[in-house]
């Protein structure tokens, strides 16, 4: 396994991180099963897990706790353990955001549910514009100063508030976003445009997540396949075969899966080495839901992509582009709501 700084923060991560959504009710219900997943991954080299309060409404990080029980002290030392907050965690309307209130709140019922005393790198999982930006990074801080958390980072973050946050952390005197956590593949290359640079010149490391495309570079997707998805009801625009985005990526992963043929791996493993080919990447989130999920790619970073099979993928699909405008995983509330628009 390659092991990757995460940014400048002096913690090395494997370059394949373990994603922990599928664990639970969004996924696999067999917690046994989870805990032998990720035990597997970390006997393999596998030391970073993510996960996120909202996977499966906490079920998630529930499960990751009891994996954390499960090592002695020595193995859990070897965990780098990152979860996000942001998203709703029940009725009423302050149980989600990026406020101080519920980003310390939900900060130890993180820490409840992972059964641990400090989360290594905690996530804002998607920006939140009604909340100031200093009022976010103010709460973080604490919780770093208070030994809650080791490092914070941002997920799904236009490259505009990853630069306003750097800049308000230096003008406050704030601890800095470490990482950010962007949605990227060889169907999703918007972040290539401005975000991956960003990332680069602040020294920030990048876990990038849904390297197959949310299951588009699975190899269930092409020409005379199922083209289904366990997700499609929750994200019909993702998956919805009308679209004309998800029209051009049905073609486009016909291509890309004679391209993976004629190199002589298969479509998940020439995806996820795209992902871990580009240098501002520090890890590819892998989301199994199985056991045979996990071990076909766990060897991935043994089979780098040469230059010219990266041209050709650049010629199915240009950098910078985003083939479904929806596949970037956030959009901008004043774009989305008319109101927003007329202000």
Known sequence: MEYRNLGRTGVEVSALCLGAMMFGGWGNPDHDDCVAIMQRALDEGVNFIDTADVYSAGESEEIVGKFLASLGPARREEVVLATKVHGKMGDGPNRQGNSRRWLISECEASLRRLGTDHIDLYQVHRPEPGTDIDDTLSALSDLVHAGKIRYFGSSTFPAWVVVEAQWCSERRDHE??????????????????????????????????????????????????????????RLPQRYDMSVPGNQAKLAAVDKLAALAEEAGMSLPEMAVAFVLAHPAITSAIIGPRTMDQLVSLLEVTDAPLGAGLLDRIDEVVAPGVNLNPADGGWAAPWLAEAGLRRR
Request: charge should be positive.
């Open 176 to 233: 800095r976003l470490s990482s950010e956590q962007p949605p990227y593949s060889m169907l999703v290359r918007g972040i290539e445009t401005d975000l991956l640079e960003v990332c680069r010149r602040y020294g920030m490391g990048v876990l990038s997540w849904s390297p197959l495309a949310g299951g588009w570079l699975s190899g269930r997707f092409g020409t005379n396949k199922d083209n289904t998805s366990r997700r499609a009801e």
